[in-house]
């Protein structure tokens, strides 16, 4: 069992970031990115001067990525129906996470993401807000909306507007986990095409997670979905009026296991977690009866599943989550900057499963060259070479299914990302530098 000390320790970050958040008052502002030497030049950036470039972009409303800040903005807009680990918690509760996803958005990637949190949880509307606002913006990330409405708000964006729409918690969760999970089993010596695999949670991330999987070679029929109420499996009355979940069933658990998490896991090689915030949503006699090296990815926030160390006590090999105090981090800010920096350069229309797997294999790329061990399957943020190259990886890959309006040699998408990303880490360590970012004060 974990020492006190250690639960403790897990506590910390949320104990320090009520306070951090309150000094700050929120992570992000916006800034000024052209000079202002006097007043005057203020007839060149406004009124009378401006005109020019809005008739230009009437001509051609491409403009619009040139004359504006357009092609690096995106907006992360969410209902918080399903945040984090705590459910339906409200626009105002919601908007903390949002924030910080657009200070990583910036940090990390050199995009400008706007926090957009919406007083309505209704699929119609949503998708209405998003097309309203789709003009402004380059991109558009969904965050934290509950299925299976974000399978459908996501669907119907992705049809009726031409910009690229991501829901995180899909696509980033689904490609994180696959490049993770590439090198764990690098680590264990275990194929892709061999192993079974349980996935506790049938929601957005699971179902995602799965269907990259079956991309890259993995047996979808040996994959058991687990929700609420147990394994999922044809027999199971209540699942015949739900779309989603049958559909899995008719795909996944050739062998129609049933029963709840401890049948799931018997002698499987890997466990994907993403379901709710634990301790003891898996418990360790479960775990135990995995196969031999196995994998267990524990990424449900802000605590996991089980805790890492009692995982590993239980026998497994590698084990991961989505925290960055523990080792093995699995988490989407690894790929959501790099996905979206190299989208908005080559200006791509959509985010393809193939950007994707091609952002997933740069970061087991990246790995491997530091090297890896069942400590360290994954590059860390702190590595931050990762971001320009998932960006051309990703922007090569729009260029090569014809979905960017932008054409640019591996060279230059790699040298554009790289320098936009370096200018957002160095203004932010000039800032602090020169006490414009102040530290909290320690009595505060």
Same mark, same amino acid.
């Given at each position: 069992m974990g020492t006190n000390e250690q639960i403790d320790l897990a506590k910390k970050p949320?104990? &320090?970031?009520?306070?951090?958040?309150?000094?700050?008052?929120? /992570?992000?502002?916006?800034? =000024?990115?052209? @000079?202002?030497?006097?007043?005057?030049?203020?007839?060149?950036?406004?009124?009378?001067?401006?005109?020019?470039?809005?008739?230009?972009?009437?001509?051609?409303?491409?403009?619009?990525?040139?004359?504006?800040?357009?092609?690096n903005s995106i907006a992360v807009i969410s209902d918080c129906s399903r945040v984090l680990g705590l459910g339906d918690i409200g626009p105002e509760s919601g908007l903390p996470v949002m924030e910080g996803k657009a200070q990583l958005y910036k940090y990390l990637g050199g995009v400008d993401a706007f926090p957009i949190v919406l007083s309505t949880k209704n699929e119609d509307e949503i998708i209405s807000a998003c097309k309203w606002i789709s003009t402004s913006f380059g991109g558009i990330n969904l965050?934290? &909306?509950?299925?299976?409405?974000?399978?459908?708000?996501?669907? /119907?964006?992705?049809?009726? =507007?031409?910009? @690229?729409?991501?829901?995180?918690?899909?696509?980033g969760t689904a490609t994180v986990i696959l490049a993770a999970l590439i090198n764990a089993l690098k680590v264990v010596n275990k194929d892709l095409k061999e192993v079974t695999i349980a996935i506790i949670g049938s929601g957005a991330a699971g179902t995602s997670t799965a269907n990259l999987l079956e991309q890259l070679g993995a047996d979808k029929k040996k994959i058991i979905f687990v929700d609420s109420k147990g394994i999922l499996h044809p027999h199971r009355e209540d699942l015949k009026k739900d779309f989603y979940k049958y559909k899995i069933c008719m795909e996944t658990n050739k062998e129609e296991k049933q029963g709840g998490i401890s049948m799931a896991l018997k002698d499987v090689d890997v466990c994907i977690a993403l379901s709710t915030s634990g301790p003891g949503v898996i418990k360790k006699e479960w775990v135990s009866n995995m196969a031999d090296n196995a994998i267990m990815f524990a990424c449900a926030n802000p605590v996991p599943e089980i805790w890492p160390w009692d995982a590993k006590e239980a026998g497994v090999k590698v084990v991961a989550t989505g925290r960055s105090d523990f080792p093995n981090q699995v988490n989407n800010s690894l790929v959501f900057p790099g996905i979206f920096r190299g989208a908005l350069d080559v200006r791509a229309t959509s985010i393809t499963d193939n950007m994707c797997i091609a952002a997933a294999l740069a970061i087991t790329e990246i790995a491997e060259e530091k090297g890896?061990?069942?400590?360290?399957?994954?590059?860390?943020?702190?590595?931050?070479?990762?971001?320009?190259?998932?960006?051309?990886?990703?922007?090569?890959?729009?260029?090569?299914?014809?979905?960017?309006?932008?054409?640019?040699?591996?060279?230059?998408?790699?040298?554009?990302?790289?320098t936009i990303i370096k200018r957002s880490r160095d203004s932010t360590e000039l800032l602090m530098n020169n006490g414009l970012i102040k530290e909290m004060p320690e009595e505060e």
């Amino acid at each position: 069992m974990g020492t006190n000390e250690q639960i403790d320790l897990a506590k910390k970050p949320g104990e &320090i970031s009520t306070k951090l958040h309150k000094f700050y008052r929120g /992570k992000i502002e916006t800034s =000024i990115k052209t @000079p202002i030497k006097n007043y005057s030049d203020f007839a060149l950036w406004y009124t009378p001067g401006v005109a020019s470039p809005c008739l230009e972009i009437k001509k051609d409303k491409d403009l619009s990525f040139e004359y504006t800040n357009r092609g690096n903005s995106i907006a992360v807009i969410s209902d918080c129906s399903r945040v984090l680990g705590l459910g339906d918690i409200g626009p105002e509760s919601g908007l903390p996470v949002m924030e910080g996803k657009a200070q990583l958005y910036k940090y990390l990637g050199g995009v400008d993401a706007f926090p957009i949190v919406l007083s309505t949880k209704n699929e119609d509307e949503i998708i209405s807000a998003c097309k309203w606002i789709s003009t402004s913006f380059g991109g558009i990330n969904l965050e934290d &909306i509950e299925k299976p409405k974000c399978f459908k708000i996501l669907d /119907k964006l992705k049809e009726e =507007i031409n910009i @690229p729409v991501w829901h995180d918690d899909q696509q980033g969760t689904a490609t994180v986990i696959l490049a993770a999970l590439i090198n764990a089993l690098k680590v264990v010596n275990k194929d892709l095409k061999e192993v079974t695999i349980a996935i506790i949670g049938s929601g957005a991330a699971g179902t995602s997670t799965a269907n990259l999987l079956e991309q890259l070679g993995a047996d979808k029929k040996k994959i058991i979905f687990v929700d609420s109420k147990g394994i999922l499996h044809p027999h199971r009355e209540d699942l015949k009026k739900d779309f989603y979940k049958y559909k899995i069933c008719m795909e996944t658990n050739k062998e129609e296991k049933q029963g709840g998490i401890s049948m799931a896991l018997k002698d499987v090689d890997v466990c994907i977690a993403l379901s709710t915030s634990g301790p003891g949503v898996i418990k360790k006699e479960w775990v135990s009866n995995m196969a031999d090296n196995a994998i267990m990815f524990a990424c449900a926030n802000p605590v996991p599943e089980i805790w890492p160390w009692d995982a590993k006590e239980a026998g497994v090999k590698v084990v991961a989550t989505g925290r960055s105090d523990f080792p093995n981090q699995v988490n989407n800010s690894l790929v959501f900057p790099g996905i979206f920096r190299g989208a908005l350069d080559v200006r791509a229309t959509s985010i393809t499963d193939n950007m994707c797997i091609a952002a997933a294999l740069a970061i087991t790329e990246i790995a491997e060259e530091k090297g890896i061990d069942e400590n360290r399957i994954m590059p860390s943020m702190e590595n931050w070479e990762i971001f320009p190259k998932e960006a051309t990886a990703v922007g090569l890959k729009a260029i090569e299914e014809k979905i960017a309006r932008k054409v640019m040699s591996e060279e230059e998408i790699y040298q554009n990302a790289y320098t936009i990303i370096k200018r957002s880490r160095d203004s932010t360590e000039l800032l602090m530098n020169n006490g414009l970012i102040k530290e909290m004060p320690e009595e505060e």
